[in-house]
């Protein structure tokens, strides 16, 4: 079975530049999740997806980010304009979906990592 | 709200002997999973193992496993004859659901096997 693949694996921009990140997610896995994971800290959820709904994008900051997730497969994360705070890897995860709470587990892609100069 | 606490920051254990990385929550919910991620330097995160809160049996995984107290909110993860590979973060999460399943992520710890 194919795992969760994301490319960039890294970017380099400078600041006030336009970046954007592209996630497939695991066949058949309804929910994807896009997350931010500054160096030294745990991964926080910046925006989940449940097919191409979106269900939580409370900690997304709209000014800048935005996402898409195009038939409820692949999905795209930008950020138009890119700030220094914006450094760090970005993370793509997807689960088979709230059908199956008791065995939903997060399969997580190798990662984005956004250098803003 | 729903919080995760790593209050190790830093561990270090010498190859072949055992340590427990701590885990704490805070959540009103009664139906809920937990985590224990492993991420590698510069690799993907996995899963290492997992524990539903309805269980009382302590989840166990090959070398891993873990010491789940509901009444006190803790989820540590024990590692026994610990090898160089098991050098990596480990992240704590929590996850319940309501209309979609919720996760939430501890700060991490960072393990280091040494020789």
């Known amino acids: 079975e194919a795992g969760v693949a994301q490319s960039p694996r890294y970017k380099i921009i400078e600041k006030r530049q336009s970046v954007a990140f592209w996630c497939n997610p695991i066949?058949?896995?309804?929910?994807l999740y896009w997350y931010q994971q500054i160096l030294g800290q745990g991964p926080k959820l910046l925006i989940q997806?449940?097919?191409?709904?979106?269900?939580?994008d409370s900690q997304l900051p709209k000014d800048r980010f935005s996402a898409e997730r195009l038939k409820g497969v692949d999905s795209t994360l930008k950020i138009q304009p890119a700030k220094l705070e914006d450094s760090a890897v970005y993370l793509c995860a997807s689960s088979l979906g709230p059908s199956k709470p008791g065995t939903d587990t997060q399969y997580f892609g190798p990662g984005t990592r956004l250098t803003v100069l | 709200a729903q919080t995760v606490t790593q209050s190790q920051p830093e561990m270090s254990v010498q190859e072949a002997e055992t340590v427990t990385l701590s885990c704490t929550y805070d959540t009103s919910e009664n139906n809920y999973y937990l985590f224990w991620y492993k991420q590698p330097p510069s690799r993907q995160m996995i899963l290492v193992i997992r524990?539903?809160?309805?269980?009382?049996q302590n989840a166990t995984e090959n070398r891993f496993s873990v010491n789940f107290q509901k009444a006190a909110k803790s989820f540590s993860l024990k590692i026994s004859d610990s090898q160089l590979g098991d050098t990596a973060m480990y992240f704590c999460a929590f996850m319940y659901h309501s209309n979609f399943n919720k996760f939430y992520f501890g700060s991490g710890t960072k393990l280091n096997v040494k020789p």
């Open positions: 066949s058949g896995h309804a929910t």
């Open positions: 997806f449940q097919n191409n709904g979106v269900v939580d």
């Open positions: 524990q539903e809160a309805y269980k009382q």
